[in-house]
């Protein structure tokens, strides 16, 4: 089984505009409501694949009751954690004629240290019956900065974070900064971040490919097995033992809503992890459940034969001189 662990799901709105004018009255042609949020888009991209995953999450408020009635009407599984504070919601517009979108994101609200800690038990329970682990998503407002590294120290017993000599732990890593800092000591089989992330992680701007290069690397060298960086439909680079790659997205993609792309990538890269997939199969993978979700409105709720032929489609290149 796959976890799918975040604390800060979205209730997601969406409009689509054939025009969109700031400071003027625009009206919407399409509308939808749906669960999102990082964590649910991995839990819900897993579920597509045909993998068995578990999501464990927040839910508060009506917001959060909307949010798990609609996950749970796609079969996908979920461990909830009761919060006294609303599920938030996130408000995406697509400028389809310009294919421009614009995403309005809320803040996910505090939470009480008595439902972070309940949170932790549920996490640690679930965590023991997975075979591989995703984590991914920023914290709750003046959650502190250690919760993950705290979260995952609790659970160490658990078989999935366990690494011994040139084998790293089945675990996958999506989120930023000093979070992400602090938990690259359990030594975790890929982190993936997108190049503005990456900056926010090690403090300084990325302007072109040999900085986004070092600054990758110096993840490889903190504990991370692989560094995958996504930048949307440009190349995605691929750093780790000694090895460089760049890798082509595949062509041809019917854009709908690039919402849940990243996440669907993540949870590619943990099927094809749990099924025992070379590195570069399992990104394949996770870069044609994310050509896949593009093609959708509604989040990581694709076809896992389409994200399979997709898949084959990604184009891969080593990038002789550059070691990781």
Known sequence: MILAAGLTPAWQYVLVFDHLRT??????????????GKAVNVALAVHSLGIEGRLVSFLGGATGAALAEDFES?????????????????????????????????????????????????????????????????????????????????????PALHSSGNRPANLVFDFRGPELQECLAFRPFLVKPNREELAATVGRTLDDDSSLLAAMRELNTAGAEWVLVTQGGGPAWLTGCGETWRVQPPVGINVVNPIGCGDSVAAGIAVGLSTGLPVRDCVSLGIGAAAANLEQMECARFEAGRARELAKGASWERVEGVTA
């Not at 979108?101 to 972070?116: C, D, I, M």
């Open 23 to 36: 400071g003027e009255v625009n009206r919407a042609r399409e509308s939808r409501w749906f669960a999102s």
């Open 74 to 158: 796609t079969g996908a599984a979920a461990e909830w954690v009761t919060s006294s504070t609303a599920t938030r919601v996130c408000t995406t517009l697509i400028h389809s004629l310009a294919g421009e979108t614009t995403e309005l994101v809320e803040n996910s609200p505090a939470v009480s240290p008595q439902e972070l800690a309940r949170y932790a038990r549920a996490f640690t329970a679930t965590a023991e019956k997975s075979q591989v682990l995703v984590l991914s998503g920023s914290l709750p407002t003046d959650t502190p900065r250690s919760y993950y590294r705290d979260l995952l120290a609790a659970s160490a017993h658990v």
